[in-house]
């Protein structure tokens, strides 16, 4: 089953609409996988996105730590980069489960390096360049 959301971005300043715009129409949803080429745009969604969950902190990307973790006015908020990871075992060593499954927002950066390990359900976000650099962003839900 799918439902989901598509926008064309052209100016960063659209970038808070379209991360509220997200959080709406996905209420019940905590895990989100953010898909695209190196330069698409993911880390810098994310931290419009962790604005718009009332992150005080800022964010900047894990890609050394592999996770970051935010409070919020919604609670907690972990921020995944798993493009540094070899083997998938580095994800279940890290106790991926326990973040992925406690009910706090998780924002993950390069999934595909932990395909076999994704949970039933999740907010698939894919990021593009467009013409005239513009970004492409669709988001569905993947049950």
Not at 24 to 29: C, D, I, L, T, Y
Not at 101 to 115: A, F, H, M, R
């Amino acid at each position: 089953m799918f439902a989901g959301m598509d926008f064309k971005v052209s100016k960063l300043e659209e970038l808070p609409a379209v991360a509220a715009s997200l959080v709406k129409n996905f209420p019940s949803e905590r895990l989100f996988f953010f898909f695209g080429e190196m330069g698409a745009g993911k880390t810098t969604f994310i931290k419009e996105l962790c604005s718009v969950l009332g992150v005080k902190d800022e964010v900047s990307s894990p890609t050394y730590s592999i996770v970051n973790e935010y409070y919020s006015d919604k609670g907690k908020v972990y921020h995944f980069d798993f493009y540094r990871l070899k083997t998938e075992t580095e994800a279940l060593d890290m106790g991926y489960e326990e973040y992925f499954y406690e009910g706090s927002y998780c924002l993950v950066e390069w999934p595909e390096k932990i395909k076999s390990l994704w949970p039933s359900q999740y907010v698939r976000v894919d990021l593009s360049v467009g013409d005239d650099d513009e970004r492409l962003l669709l988001a569905v839900i993947v049950k």
